[in-house]
């Protein structure tokens, strides 16, 4: 059975600092998908990681792939206020053709000035 | 395309009622999933469908939960009767494999359906 495990699972940090949240899975797969959640609402995506050594940046986020450690990392940069939501980190549950995501237990991220 | 479309945003019913949850897909999309997610268990997959097709449904929970796509733009998700733990937000997600091997399977999410069960 596919595990995704996430850590830390709550992280509060300060404007301006560096954090890296870590996604570990026990699984061979080379799929995983990283995905952000404000309260209330729906998971909006973020990254998409489709093969081993795979990074990913869009602003202060910026996503990796290591498919042998079975581990991805979302760090952030000079976190600021806008970035507080939950993350969520998911692996297709099949190596080869499609299956289905097992999400992580997400992170809940809070940026305080 | 407008995104996963799910109807209603909120649900409140009795318990013991019956209550019916719709999702209509991206279109062209072939893969469409039911997620539950509480506070406690997270994110759960429920059921997926691939064409129409129930692949797994391992993650219903029991008999009271039943999931039928008859069509590839519509989807329900039905409990029958209804029960307090069943209160949590219902995702839909749907995705298609694209472009080249490893394909990108990445799942786009509708606005969840709130259930209260009261």
């Known amino acids: 059975e596919l595990k995704v495990e996430q850590n830390p699972l709550f992280l509060s940090m300060q404007e301006g600092k560096n954090y890296t949240i870590y996604c570990n899975y026990s699984?061979?797969?080379?799929?995983l998908y990283w995905y952000r959640q404000d309260p209330g609402k729906s998971l909006e995506s973020l990254f998409v990681?489709?093969?081993?050594?795979a990074v990913k940046q869009e602003g202060r986020l910026m996503a990796s792939l290591d498919t042998k450690a079975r581990l991805s990392t979302l760090h952030i940069t000079a976190a600021v206020h806008d970035l507080s939501a939950t993350y969520f980190c998911?692996?297709?549950?099949?190596?080869?053709?499609?299956?289905?995501?097992?999400f992580g237990k997400g992170t809940k991220l809070s940026v305080k000035p | 395309d407008a995104g996963v479309i799910q109807s209603p945003r909120h649900e409140v019913t009795e318990m013991g009622q019956e209550v019916t949850l719709r999702c209509k897909p991206i279109?062209?999309?072939?893969?469409l999933f039911w997620y539950r997610q509480t506070m406690m268990r997270g994110l759960e997959l429920l059921i997926y469908?691939?064409?129409?097709?129930?692949?797994?449904d391992s993650g219903m929970p029991e008999d009271r939960f039943s999931a039928k796509m008859p069509n590839a733009s519509f989807s329900t998700l039905k409990i029958q009767p209804s029960e307090p733990r069943d209160s949590a937000v219902y995702f839909c997600?749907?995705?298609?494999?694209?472009?080249?091997?490893?394909?990108?399977?990445?799942?786009?999410f509708g606005q969840g359906t709130r259930l209260t069960v009261v």
């Open positions: 997600a749907s995705s298609s494999e694209q472009g080249a091997l490893p394909w990108n399977t990445e799942a786009f």
């Open positions: 279109s062209g999309h072939d893969y």
């Open positions: 699984t061979t797969s080379d799929r």
């Open positions: 990681l489709l093969s081993n050594g």
């Open positions: 469908f691939n064409n129409n097709v129930p692949i797994d």
């Open positions: 998911a692996v297709d549950s099949y190596g080869g053709s499609q299956g289905n995501l097992i």
